[in-house]
């Protein structure tokens, strides 16, 4: 069961654990306001912005635990908050 | 409009890792891995970092990764560059440059670990020790270590009706190192990743120690809302709390002057750890501060 000296052999494998479920609130991401500063891309803890091939920015909701950092640090007010509602 | 792909794109540390909404240590980690790349060796001491990333059997990291005792990331680090250096002479890894990061906590750094990493920089083994400062053992609860600000309550030095929190004033960790007479000294802030990330990248290309000291918020143990974070890092650095500045070689350069230093109350008044100052606890604070400023130049 577990691994001689505990060797963990697949990189980055805690991407099995969706982190989205822990989120109150969602940030929304409007595209059409974005300047793309790449503030909330860098900013981001958990890397879940990314940036699709249209060179647009989007977010991965499965992993966004929704600190809402990008909603405070994005500069022309493109990124918003909504409660999570299910 | 800034100019496209000033950050690289690729990841090499994986979401889905335990760390809090809004954890400042995550960032350093993902900023500093993108600034030197994929061939990285990261020495992990205790400490969140350690914790929240590596659930067993799951890792968030995407490069070679080890994890060591609170007391030896120095000494682990240091082992693993001369091992490198000793395969090089075999003929191994030809034309690349291997860079090892040991990364840990300020309890890691100042306190326990402190000794391995004093004889680390002494001999000279070429690494990027990177010093996640979150001011206090927020691993375990919040305890106080030797980074902790004078004034922060923390659950060992809690502010009450004889305490005002923490007795003593920070430890300044990259003096001490610069102490050493190692190539390059830096202190950092995760609310400024150019800043930050040029410095990892400097480090890694110099030959021999290099020490980086990363300001790093902690949503848990300063007591604040996630999603404030960098604000407060930023708020650290334009109040001079936490001045930015880089010695590379015994030359001396603040690398980051704010243009007007902001009063240090908008600091400490988003905190929890610092609720229970007064106006006059404030002025105290803020007088050190304008001392330490014009010691270091900034106005």
């Known amino acids: 069961m577990v691994t001689i000296a505990a060797i963990i052999y697949e990189p980055g494998s805690t991407t099995k654990n969706k982190t989205g479920s822990w989120r109150t609130f969602r940030p929304i991401m409007d595209n059409k306001k974005c300047i793309k500063c790449e503030n909330c891309y860098i900013f981001c803890p958990e890397g879940t ?27 022309v007010n493109a990124l918003t908050s909504i409660r999570e509602e299910k | 409009m800034m100019n496209k792909k000033q950050f690289p794109r690729e990841e090499y540390f994986a979401p889905g890792h335990r760390g809090c909404a809004g954890c400042g240590a995550s960032i350093v980690a993902r900023m500093a891995l993108k600034a030197i790349g994929r061939d990285t060796i990261v ?7 350690e914790v929240f990333t590596t659930p067993y059997p799951e890792t968030a990291w995407k490069v070679p990764w080890i994890h060591t005792a609170f007391e030896c990331a120095g000494a682990v680090a240091g082992g693993i560059e001369r091992a490198i250096k000793a395969l090089k002479k075999r003929g191994k890894y030809k034309g690349r440059k291997l860079v090892v990061m040991p990364i840990s906590g300020d309890g890691g750094t100042a306190d326990i670990g402190f000794q391995s990493l004093s004889g680390a920089l002494e001999r000279g083994h070429d690494m990027v020790y990177i010093m996640y400062d979150n001011e206090a053992y927020m691993n375990t609860g919040v305890q106080r270590s030797s980074s902790t600000p004078l004034f922060a ?55 021999g120690p290099a020490f ?29 709390l936490f001045p930015l500045y880089e010695i590379e070689n015994g030359d001396f350069k603040i690398t980051y002057k704010p243009a007007k230093r902001k009063p240090l109350k ?15 606890d404030i002025e105290i604070l803020q007088k050190n501060i304008d001392e330490k400023c014009k010691l270091l130049g900034l106005e």
Not at chain 2, 43 to 49: A, P
Not at chain 2, 174 to 203: L, N, Q
Not at chain 2, 226 to 231: D, L, Q, R, S, V
Request: hydrophobic fraction near 30%; aromatic fraction near 8%.
């Open chain 1, 49 to 75: 912005i990314y940036e699709d091939e249209n060179g647009d920015f989007k977010i991965n909701y499965d992993y966004c635990k929704g600190c809402l950092i990008c909603v405070n640090e994005c500069p």
């Open chain 2, 43 to 49: 020495v992990n001491s205790t400490g969140c970092l």
């Open chain 2, 153 to 207: 309550s923390a659950t060992t030095a809690p502010a009450g009706k004889i305490s005002k929190g923490e007795n003593n004033p920070k430890k300044d960790m990259a003096m001490i190192a610069a102490a050493h007479g190692i190539p390059y000294v830096a202190t950092a802030c995760i609310s400024y990743p150019e800043d930050f990330m040029r410095k990892v990248k400097k480090a890694s290309d110099i030959e």
């Open chain 2, 212 to 240: 980086i000291q990363v300001l790093q918020p902690c949503t848990v143990g300063w007591g604040y809302s996630t999603e404030n974070t960098i604000k407060i890092g930023r708020l650290a650095v334009e109040t001079g």
């Open chain 2, 266 to 280: 908008e600091y400490i008044k988003m905190q929890k750890r610092y609720r229970h100052l007064t106006d006059e």
